[in-house]
């Protein structure tokens, strides 16, 4: 398995969830068919898949925020339970 870094996968999360929410871009296809029909501005096109693209940048910047603070570590407790036989060592501490 390849390695990488811890937070090298943003732009492809925001490329697979772009994929995820096509339905986001129907009403920029809409608009671009009625600009050859009835000649519409291609602005509401661009309006629509700028739309799109906030949506989707805001939510997958929120997922990696949210990621971020719940990825901290909880630090070594010591076993205090008087049943235990004290055998068990954790394994950074071998």
């Not at 999360?13 to 009625?34: D, Y």
């Not at 997922?63 to 954790?90: C, D, H, M, T």
């Amino acid at each position: 398995m390849k390695y990488v870094k811890k937070d090298s996968g943003f732009l492809l999360s925001f490329f697979i969830n772009l994929l995820f929410n096509l339905e986001w871009a129907i009403p920029a296809v809409i608009c671009f068919v009625l600009h050859f029909i009835f000649g519409i501005s291609l602005w509401w096109t661009a309006g629509f898949v700028a739309l799109w693209i906030i949506v989707v940048l805001g939510r997958t910047s929120l997922l990696f925020a949210l990621n971020r603070v719940g990825n901290i570590p909880e630090k070594q407790r010591e076993n205090k339970n008087p049943y235990s036989s004290g055998a068990y060592k954790p394994a950074d501490k071998e």
